[in-house]
């Protein structure tokens, strides 16, 4: 690696380390983990949940008890003819996928108040195979997701505000005197990569920590490898998006201008977000095939698939690869960019313009 570009990295690492703002974000970050993850389950946070049941004649005495008892379990039941949550028939709770555990245990608790009282137990059968740790899985998707469109905001914001700040400060001037622009614009993303890293790993391991000594989730391999997986598509989103990020902040003078300049990115990541949560609903579906080849929402709708483990290995590989080679070819691009109009001065400069100039 270039000394001038391990130079630029190491400067912004201890500058961004010392700074208030961030070691407070931080600590808030893992202070709203923790309780997201601590309070729910010890106080039992949650609303009224609506239920729909259909049944036969046989087993009508069950589901209209359910009915009467539903309070009870923080619930309310209706009978229907179609379209029920589950159907009740022949001792059987039938669904489509693995019923909710509240559902289950109110019917079992009806069936077994009625006469006689040493009723078996209901037996659960789904159509589709159930996955004992579905649940664990949708939720570490989630905080996947939540963590992953945090991180893509702050960093790529934050590489745009550097950029800004050295620009409007006339630093810019100084550093390029010593430094060549691809080779600052290189240390910048590298340093604030590294540092971005390294604060999701902590609050990672924080987390798991936290909910593991809580008892909400069981530490093993398959946890340990979705956060891996969750750290390595943050490193393919941050090379992807700093590098427009930087861009976008060495075309306007000032920071008073970063905000329009960068609203593109953001609206992109913010689509990204959505579509994640998407993807996680129908992670085999359309939607989730077409984000994992569009370089701008694989880095945040990925993690969760194979997370939920909806992921061929073909698909997997041929996702990395489209983010490698756009990453490769976005990257000379953006530092012809950065590099044509970082020393500009004055109104901003048009996308067209900075196209133009980095031709030259």
Known sequence: MNRNVRLVARREIKERVGEKSFLISTGI????????????????????????????????????RAVQLAGNFDAEVSIVDSGADVTLRGGEIKSQEEPDDTLVGLLQTANQSLEPSQRPELRVVTVEPVDPERDAKAGLAFFAILMLYGQLIAYGFMVASGVVEEKASRVIEVLL?????????????????????????????IGVAVAGAAGVLDIDGTLLSAVALALV???????????????????????????????????????????????????????????????????????????????????????????????????PLAARIYSAVVLRTGSAVKLSEAFRLARR
């Open 29 to 64: 970050t893992l202070a709203i983990i923790i309780l997201v993850v601590v309070i729910p389950p010890l106080l039992g946070v949650g609303g009224t949940t609506q239920y729909t049941i259909a049944t036969d004649a046989e087993s009508r005495p069950i589901a209209e």
């Open 177 to 205: 005197a010593a430094i060549r622009p691809k080779d600052l614009l290189a240390g910048k993303v590298l340093g604030l990569g590294v540092l971005g890293l390294g604060q999701l790993l902590a609050i990672a391991v």
């Open 233 to 331: 598509w943050f490193v393919l989103g941050y090379a992807f998006y700093a590098a427009l990020y930087a861009v976008a902040g060495a075309m306007v003078p000032r920071q008073e201008e970063l905000q329009s300049s960068t609203t593109p990115l953001t609206m992109a990541i913010l689509v990204s977000f959505f579509a994640g949560f998407a993807v996680n609903e129908d992670p085999d579906g359309v939607i989730a095939h077409v984000c994992a080849f569009i370089p701008f929402t694989a880095p945040i709708t990925m993690p969760g698939r194979l997370m939920l483990g909806e992921v061929p290995a073909w698909e997997l590989i041929a996702s990395v690869a489209v983010m490698l080679a756009s990453t490769a070819l976005l990257i």
